[in-house]
């Protein structure tokens, strides 16, 4: 009796232990690679949004992970979700009315200002309180406009074509091209001002054309948008009367690049009317791909650990090609190819290994080049409920080296895993150092002053504007990037096995917490600096 329970231990202990090691070793180097030499492959022709390609992508994708035994997450039982993208015309009726201690004037769309073409749904709200913040950039040490100053909530004005003299331009130009996202992302402002003459744009076909989309989106047209404007001399004249320092003497500074003060518009409110009416003139289809692995406890089950990547790229070139060249596919193999095959690593194991006490639902993001239309509508269409989403990992770009360094060869760079829940954050750390070799994770991007700005540019960000915790995790670019050059013999795929383990071992900790992880929502405060282990 003993020597047979004896046995029977043995047998336990060694089944266990085959077990962990077959889940260490199930995203091999050797699968990766056979994933992705399809997906990366001519036949493909690129992956394109709306093209057949990426189709065959979809499909394939979808076989991996029905012979593996993931659930369809999609339509119908399936494991597609159709994304509709919408090309929409804006009729703009919005107004905003300045108060300047009494004195009252409203500015129609078009007459003295001009409203972005998505205003989002149609409501009225009044600010009162207005910073004009410089040149409205934050280049870290080199110029902070923002440096001591609260905006969240409130309206934000900036002047200035240019950044202040001495700054350097390259990096203040990205920055100046995106202050507007800036304002409202980072910094929470409720409604923007900047001069008109620095944004051009396009109003529309000419007589007797079709109606010209203004916006494409797959996004709710209803929902909550902050206030975006540019305004004329007379607008912001009138905006500025109250101030000690009026607009002409603040548009003389900014013109010569001389440093701008900083200070609270006293005594002005802002009442924005945003009203636009919106007609789709055109529509097209693509389609996320969707699988679910469901949890084990009875409790928890109904919640879910997201995992995603974008499974599209940019296609072909369609014209003549420069002389010399043959090779008219992208192939996208790094970006997001490398996430792709990843991805259908993941979902596979899981399928594979012991229940998590959460269920697992993996995606397969389309449209991420054009605007990141297949994350933008599952999270406003989720096929499950977004509320039970406790947190999502995002792949985007995991396969190469940052700029074929080799000193790159250990490291994944990390953003926003500390931006929404601190505590998510110390659930990759612990990850990280379980890893038989942990990878050097380099927080450089998760920065405020990235000129990048990544947090807010791949899939992840779909999901933190919603208030879910968030990892985004990217080897960085390298010269390959958007090129035909950009294939699969250039993958480091031992790398590419490294990551996806690590992205496997949190979101396998995330999925077996008791409690959803803390939404502390205090920004990037612990995964700042250049690198760690």
Not at 53 to 65: F, K, P, R, V
Request: glycine letters at 10%; charged letters at 25%; a negative charge.
């Amino acid at each position: 009796m003993a020597y047979r329970r004896f046995v029977a231990i043995c047998l336990l202990v060694c089944g266990i232990v085959a077990l962990a090691l077959a889940q260490q070793s199930s995203i091999t180097a050797e699968s990766l690679r056979t994933w992705l030499t399809y997906l990366a492959s001519d036949e493909l022709e690129g992956r394109a949004t709306f093209s057949e390609g990426l189709g065959l992508a979809g499909a394939y994708i979808a076989d991996q992970l029905k012979e593996a035994g993931v659930k369809p997450g999609g339509d119908q039982g399936t494991y597609f979700q159709r994304v509709e993208v919408l090309g929409i015309k804006s009729t703009n009726h919005s107004s905003v009315t300045i108060d300047v201690n009494g004195q009252k004037r409203t500015f129609n769309d078009g007459e003295g200002v001009t409203f972005a073409r998505n205003v989002g749904g149609k409501r009225v709200f009044t600010i009162h309180e207005v910073e004009f913040a410089g040149y409205g950039l934050d280049l870290n040490q080199q110029h902070n406009d923002y440096d001591g100053l609260d905006v969240k909530g409130k309206a934000v004005v900036w002047l200035g074509p240019r950044g202040p003299r001495g700054t350097d331009e390259r990096q203040s130009g990205r920055l100046l091209r995106s202050r507007t996202a800036f304002a409202v992302d980072e910094m929470g402002a409720a409604a923007v001002i900047g001069p008109q003459a620095e944004i051009g744009g396009q109003r529309g076909g000419g007589r007797g054309a079709a109606p010209a989309a203004d916006f494409t989106t797959a996004a709710r047209l209803d929902s909550p948008l902050p206030a975006s404007v540019t305004a004329t001399d007379d607008f912001l004249e009138f905006l500025f009367s109250g101030s000690e320092i009026k607009y002409e003497a603040l548009k003389a500074k900014a013109q010569q690049q001389e440093d701008l003060p900083r200070f609270t518009l006293t005594g002005v409110t802002l009442t924005f009317n945003l009203d636009a009416d919106y007609q789709v003139v055109n529509t097209r289809y693509t389609r996320n791909v969707i699988g679910i692995v469901e949890g084990a406890d009875a409790r928890l089950k109904d919640t879910h650990v997201a995992f995603g990547a974008h499974y599209d790229h940019l296609g072909y070139l369609q014209g003549d090609l420069p002389a010399g060249r043959t090779d008219r596919i992208y192939n996208g193999a790094d970006d997001d190819g490398s996430g792709t095959a990843a991805l259908i690593g993941l979902a596979r194991t899981f399928a594979r290994a012991p229940k998590t006490k959460r269920s697992l639902i993996f995606i397969w993001h389309a449209g991420e080049e054009l605007g990141m239309h297949g994350s933008k509508y599952f999270t406003d269409h989720p096929t499950v409920p977004l509320d039970k989403i406790i947190a999502q990992l995002n792949m985007d770009m995991i396969g190469r080296n940052h700029d074929n360094l080799a000193s790159e060869s250990n490291t994944v760079y990390v953003v926003g895993s500390d931006r929404i829940s601190s505590e998510l954050h110390q659930i990759l750390l612990g990850a990280n150092a379980g890893l038989a070799k942990p990878m050097t994770l380099n927080y450089r991007l998760n920065e405020p002053t990235d000129p990048e700005r990544v947090y807010y540019r791949s899939d992840h960000y779909s999901y933190a504007a919603k208030g879910i915790p968030i990892v985004f995790f990217t080897t960085f670019l390298h010269p390959d990037y958007h090129r035909v050059t950009d294939s699969v013999e250039k993958i480091e795929f031992e790398k590419l096995a490294h990551i996806a383990q690590l992205v496997y071992e949190t979101g396998r900790r995330i999925a077996n917490l008791d409690h959803d992880p803390v939404r502390d929502f205090k920004g990037p405060h612990l995964a700042v600096g250049s690198a760690a282990n």
